[in-house]
């Protein structure tokens, strides 16, 4: 039976064997695609796995701050393969402080791996993907979308991306190449297990509250990178998908038991800070003025 990615090469950065990246490189692999595994730590097990299946691989270490390292990592897919159909940028990392206390190097050092390693992916892949039909595929974040304290540096970078993603899009457009990215919310991860290792029980109400359909997995972001990747989304390009997450403003209004608690809310307070809205109101010029709260007097 024939498989969505059959005769395409996939490249894949920052592959490990807990992150996202392994994940997303399993994932293209069983759907058919030969990958290419760019990695810093080799992913021992990932490696074996794919070797059992006698699936066709190239794996070699790359450092994305560094051009000379990319430019060897896409000789070694080019000779084995001869063609790139797919490019993954998954390849990040991250740190966590205050904004009054961060430091240069930081910022500059996430900058580096994170945007710029990504732009200079794409420049050594360029000229070697498929036109037309090529894909690339950015790994952004929820926190490239929503705010976070003590994230600034990491959010700056990965909206970065988000803006990249789309610009880059209509540039390729005319080639028939496209553009697109995820921005997962919390996935498992030695990333993520850092953070969950130092929270509590407000860590996680918290969670329960931003993630409507629970905490993911690498396969779960692996699921719709494959899909982004493939012929069937051929249509889709200039766009970042938000993964297990949605914005929402969490009101006590139209939840179970929110009828109570508004009600208990409303009776302790006297009458007169009880306030009223005032329906709409036309100026002179039948403009409607929007309506303002009117407290009882």
């Keep these: 039976m024939s498989k969505r990615l059959d005769g395409k090469v996939a490249v894949v950065t920052g592959v490990s064997d807990r992150g996202i990246g392994g994940a997303i490189a399993e994932r293209l692999a069983d759907d058919g695609a030969a990958v290419t595994i760019l990695w810093m730590e080799r992913p021992d097990r990932l490696i074996h796995r794919l070797e ?4 066709p691989f190239v794996e070699t270490r790359c450092d994305v701050t560094s051009s000379p390292s990319i430019k060897a990592a896409i000789d070694a897919c080019m000779s084995e393969f001869g ?11 991250e740190d966590v402080h205050e904004f009054e206390n961060g430091l240069d190097e930081v910022w500059e050092r996430l900058l580096d791996v994170n945007l710029l390693g990504t732009m200079r992916m794409i420049r050594g892949v360029l000229p070697f ?6 894909v690339i ?14 994230f600034g540096a990491y959010s700056a ?11 880059l899009a209509a540039e390729l457009a005319p080639r028939r190449m496209r553009v697109v990215g995820v921005a997962p919310a919390l996935v498992f991860t030695p990333m ?3 953070h969950l290792a130092e929270g509590g029980a407000d860590m996680e109400e918290s969670l329960d509250q931003s993630h409507p359909l629970g905490v993911g997995a690498g396969r779960d972001v692996a699921a719709a990178v494959a899909f982004l990747a493939s012929p069937e989304a051929r249509w889709i390009t200039g766009t970042t998908l938000p993964l297990g997450w949605m914005p ?3 009101l006590p209004f139209g939840q179970p038991g929110a009828e109570k608690r508004t009600s208990k809310t409303l009776s302790q307070k ?6 009223k809205i005032a329906p709409p109101q036309k100026d002179s010029d039948d403009r409607i003025e929007p309506a303002m709260p009117i407290a009882d007097s």
Excluded: W, Y
């Design 52 to 55: 059992r299946r006698e699936h």
């Design 83 to 93: 063609q790139v159909d797919i490019l993954v940028n998954n390849a990040g990392i």
């Design 129 to 134: 993907l498929t036109e037309p039909d090529g």
């Design 137 to 150: 595929v950015n790994i952004s974040s929820v926190l490239g979308m929503a705010g976070c304290s003590g």
């Design 157 to 167: 970078t990965k909206a970065g991306l988000i803006g990249l993603t789309q610009s």
């Design 192 to 194: 993520m297990q850092r």
């Design 248 to 250: 929402n403003f969490p």
């Design 270 to 275: 006297s009458p007169a800070s009880v306030e």
